[in-house]
T-cell receptor, first 113, second 108 residues
Framework: EAQVTQNPRYLITVTGKKLTVTCSQN?????MSWYRQDPGLGLRQIYY???????DKGDVPEGYKVSRKEKRNFPLILESPSPNQTSLYFC????????????FGQGTRLTVV | KNEVEQSPQNLTAQEGEFITINCSYS?????LHWLQQHPGGGIVSLFM???GKKKHGRLIATINIQEKHSSLHITASHPRDSAVYIC??????????FGAGTRLTVKP
């Protein structure tokens, strides 16, 4: 089954404790991206990647890191999480940017206390 | 002003009604997506449009590139259509920008 898998689904952590949210797709997609969703602000892009070893900043990259060492995986790293990073996070992939269907992961609800 | 504007923000309909959700954008785009987000959070892509019109079951999506406007129509609405519908555009910088979403409630 074609899918984008995020883990964990739920995470509560403390300020400053490094964490990684994993994202994996099994569709051989070139394009992957991370978004956060906040009430009143909607979905906003954090980082995206157009291919292996190619990443770029979205609208709200501060406080986040990503890497794309293999085509299927695109982890989101919070080196020193803060309470303002409490949010619902989505990973998505598509065959390439723009003109192809986007597939979203199930979401990760992160709470930083 | 947001680059992607949706209307209405909230919409309540009776089962069977015809529903229209609108999306206007102010940037150049290569494609527009309509997404559906059910309670519980998962997001599903409904349509990807670059021109014209697409139909899938009771859902129809149209786009007018010259007017920078798209509409999502639901015919014969059903309570299971209750969800948040999100318009998203692929910009010229290979990024995706989103509307705020339209919360649809269909009552039996």
């Amino acid at each position: 089954e074609a899918q984008v898998t995020q883990n964990p689904r739920y995470l509560i952590t403390v300020t400053g404790k490094k964490l990684t949210v994993t994202c994996s797709q099994n569709m051989n997609h070139e394009y992957m991206s991370w978004y956060r969703q906040d009430p009143g602000l909607g979905l906003r892009q954090i980082y995206y990647s157009m291919n292996v070893e190619v990443t770029d900043k979205g609208d709200v990259p501060e406080g986040y890191k990503v890497s794309r060492k293999e085509k299927r995986n695109f982890p989101l790293i919070l080196e020193s999480p803060s309470p303002n990073q409490t949010s619902l996070y989505f990973c998505a992939s598509s065959l390439w940017e723009g003109m192809t269907e986007a597939f979203f992961g199930q979401g990760t609800r992160l709470t930083v206390v | 002003k947001n680059e992607v504007e949706q209307s209405p923000q909230n919409l309540t309909a009776q089962e069977g009604e015809f529903i229209t959700i609108n999306c206007s954008y102010s940037v150049g785009i290569s494609a527009l997506h309509w997404l559906q987000q059910h309670p519980g959070g998962g997001i599903v892509s409904l349509f990807m449009l670059s021109s014209g019109k697409k139909k899938h079951g009771r859902l129809i999506a149209t786009i007018n590139i010259q007017e920078k406007h798209s509409s999502l129509h639901i015919t014969a609405s059903h309570p299971r259509d209750s969800a948040v519908y999100i318009c998203a555009v692929w910009g010229s910088n290979n990024d995706m920008r989103f509307g705020a979403g339209t919360r649809l409630t269909v009552k039996p």
